[in-house]
């Protein structure tokens, strides 16, 4: 049997969500069609409201409604000093830890030239910028302990030669092979306390 076409259309949109193939998106649609009209309307409105109004800070690359994000224009944050971290999730966890007093560079990916993400895809022309213009005093590099978060941590410590930006490294506690999304407030507390300056 077939769908009638405008189920099949509303399955297939939701098999672009990360870890949904066409079994849950067919239990999902069918729930919504059945069961809960008003939330697949609202599902519906968030949806197109996110998307068209959802941009990138064009400072720090993290979610911003504006131009720049709360984060970057906050005059009570120290803004030459930079954590560079791989995803808005990432910004979240140290965020939720309440120390930190920086900005934050979020280059949504790590450099992964199998897969094609080159330095342009993850923003770091425009973290380049940034480290020439002279406004950045300290790096936090917080990329990680997977193989793709060390290679982009390297990859911006090159950068940085020949300027006099200090560059620190979060390790301590975050767990090796680990995102820091999935470390605890305590511990990356602790692990940006415990920055180590790196060695170039
Ligand atoms: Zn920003």
Redesign the pocket.
Known sequence: MKHAPLVQQLITAFTCLPGVGPRSAQRMAYSLLERNREGGLQLAEALTGAMEGVQ???????F?EDD??????DERRDQALVCVVASPADVLAIEQAGEYRG??F?LMGHLSPIDGIGPRQIGLDLLEQQIQSGEISEIILATGTTVEGEATAHYILDMVEGTPIVVTRIAQGVPMGGDLEFVDGATLAHALRGRRQLER
């Open positions: 990138q800070c064009r400072r720090c690359r993290n911003a720049l994000c709360p984060v970057c224009t900005r934050y979020v």
